[in-house]
């Protein structure tokens, strides 16, 4: 099934997907018009080709994301340095739930696309199951590690017959989102599937 997704501040880059490719690229009226057999899919703000982070094996080999549940004990907000390792030694269990809730987070920020050596199966598989691509990490990293690094770092523009990977921001243009940073995501999509919505 065509969905044709399409964000109110960049109405001239409109996405048609089916399945996991992108199908067309184009003003938003002019897809409507050609598919109107479509799924829609509206959203505020901008669609952009979605981000990558280079910073994968900080966030998620040593960074603990607290459970909910755990909010009592370990509060909401990710745990770094000693502790995080603390607690990785007392119960290496804890790294692939850890990853996988960081991957979440990741998805929540628009990151489709991750960098960075993953040492361990955990992260690693975290990352294959959500579908993330990955990427080369740069030569110079802006920092420090962050789920919205300064600057953010935008993928290609998504292209025809190319896999449809992209995230919506709830700004009004990309100025803002470097102003507001990649909180602002409202939907991630990979692979054609809706993997983060803003409730």
């Keep these: 099934m065509l969905t044709l997704h399409a964000a109110e501040a960049s109405p001239e880059l409109a996405v048609l997907v089916d399945g996991a490719t992108i199908a067309a690229v184009g003003p938003y009226e002019e897809l409507a018009e050609a598919h109107q057999d479509a799924r829609l899919r509206r959203w505020p703000g901008i669609l ?5 982070n280079p910073y994968a094996p900080e966030l998620l080999e040593r960074t ?3 459970d909910p549940r755990e ?3 370990f509060g909401t907000a990710p745990i770094t340095g000693e502790r995080a390792a603390e607690l990785f030694r007392a119960d290496p269990a804890r790294l692939g739930a850890s990853a996988r809730r960081g ?3 990741m998805l929540a920020h628009g990151t489709v696309a991750v960098a960075g050596e993953l040492r361990t199966r955990a992260a690693a598989d975290a990352v294959r199951r959500a579908g993330l691509a990955t990427g080369r990490r740069p030569d110079t990293l802006p920092g420090p590690p962050s789920l919205s690094p300064a600057p953010l770092i935008l993928l290609p523009r998504p292209a025809p017959g ?12 990309a100025t803002a989102l470097v102003r507001r940073g990649a ?17």
């Design 48 to 52: 952009l080709p979605g981000l990558l």
């Design 64 to 66: 603990y994301h607290p």
């Design 71 to 73: 909010a009592d004990e």
């Design 103 to 105: 991957v979440q987070r």
């Design 162 to 173: 190319g896999p449809a990977r992209f995230a919506v921001f709830d700004v009004p243009d």
């Design 183 to 199: 909180s602002t995501c409202v939907a991630t999509v990979i692979d054609g599937r809706l993997v983060y919505r803003a409730r």
